[in-house]
């Protein structure tokens, strides 16, 4: 798989520009690659926000969503589920199903009939705020944080690791389970990652290591956050000898509540540093470039 390229008149009129800025780049070099750099990774992220969302078959969808591809049929059939786009004979769902089912699940679970359900998503659909009113915009855009598990036939396993010493080396470390005539897969969304890593050059062995070096990292952060939340509000929760249901609920939610806000808070770190590494890797490497230049030109 060639890496992703982004439009190469833009970048090179991006880089040309930053050479002709001699004047520029000897009042303040630093400032003039940076700007360059900024420039340069505008334009990838205007590229990674014009990347169609996922699409799925109904089996796909039904795994996606945790609802069996009969109910799926029998939403269709009752309205709740607006229907698929087709390709032939084959049914193609996105995102905005698999957020329609999160949807319809939530609700049911809560106690609303089929009627219901229908009633309040047309209402919702027709400008009425009811998103709030049921907590469901996290259904409505569900983060993708969750690299749940999935069962996949053997053929499914050889086209996500590509080859055989790459199936076995994900067996070898836990990622992949095979039984009999299927497989557990771990982390497919990982595994997903990987491929597309190794279309870029990486091998194998260098995607395991360093996702045992960045498991490692995140233990102990996990850990850090853990041990500091128990350390300063433990004892609201935990020093009770004989709790109540109602405390081991609290405390159960105040966890979970705890955990969502160390998710966010982490991802949102780690996407700040990934944009301060990937900008200071790319200066430095326009400025050791524009020096070469310079030197074989003088």
Same mark, same amino acid.
């Given at each position: 798989?060639?890496a992703?390229s982004?439009?190469?008149?833009?970048?090179?009129?991006v880089?040309?520009?930053?050479?002709?800025?001699?004047r520029?780049?000897?009042?303040?070099?630093?400032?003039?690659v940076?700007?360059a750099?900024?420039?340069l990774?505008?334009?990838?992220?205007g590229?990674?926000?014009h990347?169609e969302?996922r699409?799925?078959?109904?089996?796909d969808?039904?795994?996606a969503?945790?609802?069996?591809v009969r109910?799926?049929?029998?939403?269709q059939e009752r309205?709740l589920?607006?229907?698929?786009?087709r390709?032939?004979?084959?049914?193609?769902?996105d995102?905005?199903?698999?957020?329609?089912?999160?949807?319809?699940?939530s609700m049911l679970?809560?106690?609303y009939?089929?009627?219901?359900?229908t009633e309040?998503?047309?209402?919702w659909?027709?400008g009425?705020?009811?998103?709030?009113v049921?907590g469901?915009?996290k259904?409505?855009?569900p983060p993708?944080?969750?690299?749940a598990?999935?069962t996949?036939? =053997?053929?499914?396993?050889? +086209?996500? &690791? /590509?080859?055989?010493?790459s199936?076995?080396?994900?067996?070898? #470390?836990?990622?992949v %389970?095979?039984?009999?005539?299927?497989?557990?897969?771990?982390?497919?969304?990982?595994?997903?990652a990987?491929a597309?890593?190794?279309?870029?050059?990486?091998?194998?062995e260098?995607l395991?290591?360093l996702?045992?070096e960045?498991s490692?990292?995140?233990d102990?952060?996990?850990?850090?956050l853990?041990?500091?939340?128990v350390?300063q509000?433990?004892?609201?929760?935990l020093?009770?000898?004989?709790?109540?249901?109602a405390?081991?609920?609290?405390?159960v939610g105040?966890?979970t509540r705890?955990?969502e806000?160390?998710?966010?808070?982490?991802i949102g770190t =780690?996407a700040e540093?990934m +944009?301060? &590494? /990937?900008e200071?890797l790319?200066?430095?490497?326009?400025?050791q #470039?524009l020096a070469? %230049?310079?030197?074989d030109?003088?």
């Open positions: 798989m060639a992703p982004l439009n190469l008149r833009a970048v090179d009129n880089l040309e520009s930053l050479r002709r800025g001699q520029q780049l000897a009042r303040d070099p630093k400032g003039a940076d700007a750099v900024r420039q990774l505008s334009l990838g992220r590229r990674e926000a990347v969302g699409t799925y078959r109904i089996d969808l039904a795994r969503s945790n609802v069996t109910n799926i049929r029998a939403y309205g589920l607006h229907p698929p786009r390709e032939g004979r084959v049914a193609i769902f995102d905005s199903h698999l957020s329609r089912l999160k949807i319809i699940s679970e809560r106690g009939t089929s009627g219901h359900i309040m998503l047309n209402a659909e027709g009425n705020d009811l998103a709030d049921l469901l915009e259904a409505l855009v993708r944080l969750e690299d598990p999935a996949m036939t =053997l053929a499914e396993v050889r +086209e996500l &690791t /590509i080859d055989k010493d199936l076995q080396r994900y067996i070898d #470390v836990g990622l %389970e095979i039984k009999g005539a299927k497989a557990l897969v771990k982390r497919p969304e990982l595994l997903r990987f597309e890593m190794r279309g870029f050059g990486m091998p194998t260098a395991v290591k996702h045992s960045v490692m990292a995140v102990n952060i996990a850990r850090a853990v041990n500091e939340a350390r509000v433990g004892e609201t929760f020093g009770a000898t004989d709790p109540t249901s405390e081991v609920g609290e405390l105040t966890l705890f955990r806000l160390a998710m966010n808070s982490v =780690l540093s +944009e301060r &590494t /990937i200071d790319l200066t430095d490497y326009l400025s #470039v070469t %230049e310079n030197v030109a003088g």
